[in-house]
T-cell receptor
Framework: DTAVSQTPKYLVTQMGNDKSIKCEQN?????MYWYKQDSKKFLKIMFS???????INETVPNRFSPKSPDKAHLNLHINSLELGDSAVYFC?????????????FGPGTRLTVL | KQEVTQIPAALSVPEGENLVLNCSFT??????LQWFRQDPGKGLTSLLL?????REQTSGRLNASLDKSSGRSTLYIAASQPGDSATYLC?????????????FGKGTHLIIQP
C-alpha cells in the first residue's frame, strides 16, 4: 500500500492557468508538508499543516494555497502559474505533534509551465 | 537562518569501496538530522534519522554520525554496491519540536562503478 500518494505525477500547463496537486497519506500522521525541488535539485519547504492549521509558510507567493479537507489530505492549489513555478513538488507526512519524526515523502509531481 | 552544506557534490567510486559523505549545518539548534536517498525521477527514501541527543545510527551497511556542537554529520557506506548509486540528501529539523519542515542540503550524487 502506498503510504504517501500524489496526483498527478506529471502536469503540463500554460502560463496564467490555475492548477491543483493532490496529496493523501494513509499513515495516520498528524502533519503534512509540501516541498519544492527546483531545476538545480534543491529541495525547500513550502508549507506544513498540523491538525488543519498552517504551521509554516516559507516566503511562498500567495498564489500558492495549501488546502487540507481532513488530516489525511493536503492539496496544493496554484493560481496564475508562472514559468518559474516549473519544478517537482513533493508532499510528505510525519507523526508530528510534540515531536518531529521521520518524514515520509510522496513520489513527486513534475510541474511544467509553458 | 539554517544552511546545510554537503560535500562532495558528486562522487564516483569502484564497487566494493567504503565511502564517506559529509554534511554540515550552520545552526546547532537542531532537533534531528535525517539522511535520505533519492533515485532519478523518484521521491525520497529516509535512510537514517539521528536525534540531537544521539551520536550515531546504523542500518545495515550504513552508519550515520552526528556531532551537533560542531554542526557536522557523516554518512558512512560500507562495501558499496552499484545499487547504492543515487543522490544522498542530508536534512535537519530545527529544535523545539512541533511541525517543522526540514532544511535540506543540495545532495551528493553518488555513482558506484561495477
Amino acid at each position: 500500500d502506498t503510504a504517501v500518494s500524489q496526483t498527478p505525477k506529471y502536469l503540463v500547463t500554460q502560463m496564467g492557468n490555475d492548477k491543483s496537486i493532490k496529496c493523501e497519506q494513509n499513515l495516520g500522521h498528524d502533519t503534512m508538508y509540501w516541498y519544492k525541488q527546483d531545476s538545480k535539485k534543491f529541495l525547500k519547504i513550502m508549507f506544513s499543516y498540523n491538525n488543519k492549521e498552517l504551521i509554516i509558510n516559507e516566503t511562498v507567493p500567495n498564489r500558492f494555497s495549501p488546502k487540507s479537507p481532513d488530516k489525511a489530505h493536503l492539496n496544493l492549489h496554484i493560481n496564475s502559474l508562472e514559468l518559474g513555478d516549473s519544478a517537482v513538488y513533493f508532499c510528505a507526512s510525519s507523526p508530528g505533534g510534540a515531536y518531529t519524526d521521520t518524514q515520509y515523502f510522496g513520489p513527486g509531481t513534475r510541474l511544467t509551465v509553458l | 537562518k539554517q544552511e546545510v552544506t554537503q560535500i562532495p557534490a558528486a562522487l564516483s567510486v569502484p564497487e566494493g569501496e567504503n565511502l564517506v559523505l559529509n554534511c554540515s549545518f550552520t545552526d546547532s539548534a537542531i532537533y534531528n538530522l535525517q539522511w535520505f536517498r533519492q533515485d532519478p525521477g523518484k521521491g525520497l527514501t529516509s535512510l537514517l534519522l539521528i536525534q540531537s541527543s544521539q551520536r550515531e545510527q546504523t542500518s545495515g551497511r550504513l552508519n550515520a554520525s552526528l556531532d551537533k556542537s560542531s554542526g557536522r554529520s557523516t554518512l558512512y557506506i560500507a562495501a558499496s554496491q552499484p545499487g547504492d548509486s543515487a543522490t544522498y540528501l542530508c536534512a535537519v529539523s530545527r529544535s523545539g519540536g512541533g511541525a517543522d519542515g526540514l532544511t535540506f542540503g543540495k545532495g551528493t550524487h553518488l555513482i558506484i562503478q561495477p
